[in-house]
């Protein structure tokens, strides 16, 4: 197994603690990997096994704030009894392909969601397409976002979008502070879908795409689908697994 922390205090502090549990491996050997910091650390490690193509499972111990990805922080003495216990869970993430104003192709992944954001004071205005079809040929908002199942509780809830229940396999697109089409909230897709987002005025309008914590500006086109030959495996102690989580968040008021 590896060992990785954030370099916040309170997980520098906690690798110190862990250091004589295991014989602690580099990442680019490990079986598995022991992460020390909050969601957000969590993203990046992920993202950096999806980058090495090193797609070992992540037993999170939450240093942060939230922490809805990980589990809560002990002593390490029951460590290595505690990851042979976890349940796994698999995530798959999106694939983005965004296109600038420029012509720029860039190709990226999202655990969470991809989000498009207004970059001015002006509206943005997005066409909004499915598998090809225009549904909505000119959303007026401050943005919209796709966000997978695993994604749905962060700002995907925030935009009031729905909860998805972790095996649902399928995908929250939702609007931020929309203005026209006034009554849409949003939709919610199979998994299989691809879904197309192309900026309307975009030299007036200028909007950046935001994958997870990589941010693109200047865009005109982004198309997201999900990469199903890519999956994450996430390690939850037994009864704080991401999908009990995820009900749970239901019923807090």
């Known amino acids: 197994m590896a060992l990785v922390a954030s370099d916040t205090p309170q997980a520098q502090q906690a690798a110190e603690l862990l250091a004589d549990v295991a014989e ?6 490990a079986d ?8 957000g650390f969590m993203l990046q ?12 499972p992540a037993y999170g111990l939450n240093l942060g704030t939230v922490g809805f990805l990980m589990n809560s922080f002990k002593s390490g003495r029951n460590l290595l009894e505690r990851i042979r216990k976890s349940r796994a869970i698999a995530v798959n993430p999106l694939q983005v392909e965004a296109v600038t104003r420029d012509g720029e192709k860039i190709r990226c992944c999202a655990i969470n969601e991809v989000s498009l954001l207004r970059e001015t004071r ?25 966000a997978t199942p695993a994604g749905s509780t962060a700002y995907n809830l925030s935009a009031s979008g729905p ?21 849409w909230r949003g939709a919610i897709l199979p998994d299989r879908s691809r879904v197309s987002f192309r900026v309307l005025e975009a030299e007036k309008r200028p909007v950046a795409a935001v994958a997870d914590q990589r941010e693109i500006r200047d865009i005109a086109e982004v198309h997201i689908e999900i990469a199903h030959d890519k999956e994450l ?6 009864g704080h697994a991401l999908d009990e989580r995820i009900v749970t968040e ?3 008021a």
Request: glycine share 4%; hydrophobic share 45%.
């Open 32 to 39: 598995a990997v022991v992460v020390l910091g909050g969601d």
């Open 45 to 56: 490690t992920l993202h950096l096994m999806l980058e090495k193509d090193r797609e070992i």
């Open 233 to 238: 495996t996430l390690l939850f102690d037994p």
């Open 24 to 29: 602690w491996a580099p990442l680019d050997e």
């Open 250 to 252: 239901q019923f807090i």
């Open 122 to 146: 002006q509206t943005a205005k997005i066409k909004v397409s499915v598998n090809g079809k225009v549904r909505i040929p000119e959303l007026s908002c401050d943005g919209v976002l796709l």
């Open 163 to 183: 909860i998805l229940p972790l095996d649902s396999k399928v995908l929250a697109l939702t609007p931020i502070s929309p203005f026209r089409p006034r009554r």
